[in-house]
């Protein structure tokens, strides 16, 4: 089955402790992103990578940190996570060329 | 960068009305315009689509029109279900490269009450 994953679903942790949330595709997928989803802001996107060892910033990138060393991975990394990152996150992937993107089903972030 | 306004935030309809969500965006060059659909607690999913070449489009009970002079956009659900309760968001997209980036609206919750 087409998929996104990614891992994990909820997490709850402290205020500096580093975390990764991981994301994989099984579609070959060239372009892969990272978005945050907060109450009235809809999904801003925080980093994006067009292939292999590719990656840019989105518009709200401060704080966050990604790779892609692999074309299926994706990890979205908080090096020092604070409150204000609390919020539900989606990666998603997109074929190149292509327009639908897939949507991972989501990690549920609480920073205390 | 690309800025996408959706209206309104929310939205309450009986079941068997339609429902009309409107969205704005900044970008000329943008020239793809999906709408996803986030049911709760779900991942959101693509509904349809319409590219900037084509004013209107419909799949079913639902239908997309695209006036690209105003430079908006609207998503129009007839015959409302109550399974059409969920978070609605457009997004308007442009190429940056060989990719498209997309850029969301702050999404509408609609609520169809029986």
């Keep these: ?112 | 960068g690309e800025n996408v306004e959706q209206h309104p935030s929310t939205l309450s309809v009986q079941e068997g009305d339609s429902a009309v969500i409107k969205c704005t965006y900044s970008d000329s060059a943008s020239n793809y315009f999906p709408w996803y659909k986030q049911e709760l607690g779900k991942r959101p999913q693509l509904i349809i689509d319409i590219r900037s070449n084509v004013g209107e489009k419909k799949d079913q009970r639902i239908a997309v029109t695209l006036n690209k002079t105003a430079k908006h956009f609207s998503l129009h659900i007839t015959e409302t279900q109550p399974e059409d309760s969920a978070v609605y968001f457009c997004a308007a997209s442009r190429f940056s490269g060989s990719a498209r980036q997309l850029t969301f609206g702050s999404g509408t919750q609609l609520t169809v009450l029986p």
């Excluded at chain 1, 966050?64 to 919020?87: A, C, D, G, H, M």
């Design chain 1, 1 to 112: 089955e087409a998929q996104v994953t990614q891992n994990p679903r909820y997490l709850i942790t402290v205020t500096g402790k580093k975390l990764t949330v991981t994301c994989s595709q099984n579609m070959n997928h060239e372009y892969m992103s990272w978005y945050r989803q907060d109450p009235g802001l809809g999904l801003r996107q925080i980093y994006y990578s067009m292939n292999v060892e590719v990656t840019d910033k989105g518009d709200v990138p401060e704080g966050y940190k990604v790779s892609r060393k692999e074309k299926r991975n994706f990890p979205l990394i908080l090096e020092s996570p604070s409150p204000n990152q609390t919020s539900l996150y989606f990666c998603a992937s997109t074929r190149t060329g292509e327009t639908e993107a897939f949507f991972g089903q989501g990690t549920r972030l609480t920073v205390v």
